[in-house]
């Protein structure tokens, strides 16, 4: 069955550095991975996710910040987070993305990793 296993966040200073690395296991292959956040009475979003080997793609609000490096095709990623600000803590879900013999899509989540920034 496929895992995706998660390490890092914590808790940080504000203007403080964090790094969260995911691994998938199975046998899958991936077309994309990647990492959302979910803070408190908030929805699901995007933080960063490479797509098709090397396309990456970015929130607004973590723009020249994150920076995600990885390969989906060797099935890891790795976020680091810099200049971290309150309004970052929530939880971080690592995600990862494949399609089956139809061409159907087929989301994976992390179980999730807590990210507490301070002010």
């Known amino acids: 069955q496929v895992q995706l296993v998660e390490s890092g966040g914590g808790l940080v200073q504000a203007g403080g550095s964090l790094r969260l690395s995911c691994v998938a296991s199975g046998s899958i292959r991936f077309n994309a991975m990647g990492w959302y956040r979910q803070a408190p009475g908030k929805q699901r979003e995007l933080v960063a996710v490479?797509?098709?080997?090397?396309?990456?793609q970015y929130g607004d609000s973590v723009k020249g910040r994150f920076s995600i490096s990885g390969d989906s095709a060797k099935k890891m990623v790795s976020l680091q987070m810099t200049s971290l600000k309150p309004e970052d803590t929530a939880v971080y879900y690592c995600?990862?993305?494949?399609?089956?013999?139809?061409?159907?899509?087929?989301?994976?989540w992390g179980p999730g990793r807590q990210v507490t920034v301070s002010s």
């Open positions: 490479i797509r098709s080997g090397t396309s990456t």
């Open positions: 995600y990862a993305d494949t399609v089956n013999d139809y061409d159907v899509q087929y989301d994976y």
